[in-house]
Nanobody, 115 residues
Framework: QVQLVESGGGLVQPGGSLRLSCAAS????????IAWFRQAPGKEREGISC????????YYEDSAAGRFTISRDNAKNTVCLQMNDLKPEDTAVYYC????????WGQGTQVTVSS
């Protein structure tokens, strides 16, 4: 059974850091490109970063570039998102996802950036 489980969210002050994890089961994370999306209250879900399947090359939207780093641990079957210099506008529910036979989504993890 394909499953994605995000963790690592929480409350952090502006300028702080969090590391999100996406634990996969039912497939291996190097088979597919894995992406991180986020959805802020009242806004549409937006893609922020992706890691390619074979090469592991990372891609970032402008909002994440220079502050976020996506990585993959094949041994743990996990994709992580290291987020540094967090800003209040990063507050959102963060999801990992991939396109297999359909779009698969995790349940999300809440990130709140506030002083």
């Amino acid at each position: 059974q394909v499953q994605l489980v995000e963790s690592g969210g929480g409350l952090v002050q502006p300028g702080g850091s969090l590391r999100l994890s996406c634990a996969a089961s039912g497939f291996t994370v190097d088979e597919y490109a894995i992406a991180w999306f986020r959805q802020a209250p009242g806004k549409e879900r937006e893609g922020i970063s992706c890691i390619e399947s074979k090469s592991g090359a990372p891609y970032y939207e402008d909002s994440a570039a220079g502050r976020f780093t996506i990585s993959r641990d094949n041994a743990k079957n996990t994709v992580c998102l290291q987020m540094n210099d967090l800003k209040p506008e990063d507050t959102a529910v963060y999801y990992c996802t991939f396109l297999g036979l359909k779009m698969y989504w995790g349940q999300g993890t809440q990130v709140t950036v506030s002083s």
